[in-house]
């Protein structure tokens, strides 16, 4: 066995930051108005909100599967901050602090949680242009790979059409033994691409440990190999993640190509609501990050700047509780999907055995039937 890179309780802190976790400055902060650092604390309080009342919904049925960001959120938060209209983002499913920091409706994306039709979607929750995130978001892919040939296509046709906007792409670090990453940034990197990959290094590829997913000291080392510049920051430091986000924009929007930049965090619950972290990780390990959380250092930090004070949170998810109950009401009322819907596409041809297969299984539970037997509708010779 090779000698062990880092450990995920104590990882070593060999990357920028600017907030230390006691809420005072280790480095100059970046220039942020006092009203977009309000801002960014009413969506940390939004971003937790909204995750609390999704996992209460999924212990009552109304969703399959829920994942959050606890302990995450400035990572989405800082590089949202640094985005401009007009650019891509392709997100993951821990980015609900960039959704709602561009006012993403929460009501199509309940509905979505929820698997209903796009179609009764668009009916039941039209939208006007005005309404419209002014960044473009792409649906997320549980292959998180995929986001990064992805957002090079996107930043290509940017490129190519005379824009200034950028992508910005969002994967974890299990994404990066995939190939999608190297084929997609060894383009980007000799086609000058303009775009931001974000590696959400958060200790676990779900039961998957850092230290045995690669042989690499880091994993914002691996863009060497493809030519493109690469960063290694706190990533429960929004504003380490905003300015080192912000700079690798403007550097893409002047035409010197793509950045790579490794966002130290940890996902401080579950991998998702079918999962049972405890069962792979220690308590010791879950009560160190929670020395390092991201929102807790930023309100110590508000709180001294005395741009809020101590019940500043309590209205704040006051007021996002109404309003997000509101909206995923909205999402709740869209009509659910047929479930065929699933096996409808026009991506292929004629279904093969395995399609058929599922499809009379399907065919088999709405009936009431027990669908795990043996398919035997077809001869397989």
């Known amino acids: 066995m090779g000698e062990k890179k880092w450990s995920e309780v104590r990882p070593s802190e060999d990357y ?27 969506v940390f309080v939004e971003t937790r909100t909204f995750e609390e009342i999704a996992v209460r919904l999924q212990r009552r049925g109304v969703l399959s599967v829920a994942a959050v960001s606890r302990g995450e959120e400035a990572v989405g938060l800082g590089a949202a901050a640094a985005l401009k209209a007009g650019d891509w983002c392709f997100p993951s499913y821990r980015q609900n602090s960039t959704l709602l920091y561009w006012n993403a409706p929460i009501d199509r994306a309940m509905a979505g949680l929820m698997g209903n039709s796009p179609e009764h979607i668009r009916e039941q929750l ?9 960044v473009t978001f792409m649906p997320y892919a549980v292959f998180l790979g995929a986001n990064i040939p992805l957002a090079v296509g996107s930043a290509m046709a940017d490129k190519l059409a005379g824009r200034d906007s950028i992508s910005l792409a969002f994967i974890g670090e299990g ?10 940034l ?42 493109i510049p690469h960063e290694r920051i706190d990533g429960n430091d929004v504003f380490a ?8 924009a403007d550097r893409a929007r002047k035409g010197h190509g793509a950045t ?11 991998h998702n609501t079918a999962d049972s972290s405890a069962v792979y990780r220690t308590e010791d390990e879950a009560e160190y990050w929670q020395t390092l959380d991201p929102f807790d ?6 709180l001294a700047e005395k741009i809020i004070d101590s019940s500043t949170r309590e209205t704040l998810a006051a ?11 909205r999402g709740r009322a869209v009509p659910p999907t047929e479930p065929s819907a699933m096996f409808e596409s026009h991506l292929h041809g004629e279904p093969g055995w395995s399609e058929r297969h599922q499809r009379a299984e399907l065919a088999a539970e709405l009936a009431g039937q027990n669908p795990f037997v043996d398919y035997t509708g077809e001869d397989l010779q």
Not at 126 to 134: E, F, H, S, V, Y
Request: glycine share 4%; hydrophobic share 40%.
């Open 260 to 270: 790579v930049i490794e966002a130290v965090t940890y996902r401080m619950l579950d």
């Open 126 to 134: 039209p939208m006007t242009a005005d309404q419209l995130p002014k």
């Open 175 to 184: 994404s990066t033994s995939e190939g999608d990453f190297h084929d997609g």
């Open 319 to 329: 007021d996002a509780e109404i309003w997000l109950r509101e909206a995923i009401d």
């Open 16 to 42: 920028r930051r600017i907030l230390r976790p006691d809420g005072t400055l280790q480095d100059k902060a970046p220039k942020v108005s006092r009203k977009e650092l309000l801002r960014w604390y009413q």
């Open 241 to 248: 993640v905003y300015d080192t986000v912000k700079k690798a």
């Open 297 to 302: 250092r930023f309100e110590k930090y508000l």
């Open 186 to 227: 060894s383009f980007a990197g000799v086609f000058d691409s303009p775009l931001v990959v974000i590696i959400q290094n958060n200790q676990w590829c779900i039961s998957m440990p850092a230290s045995k997913q690669t042989a690499a000291e880091t994993f914002a080392q691996k863009a060497v190999a493809h030519g």
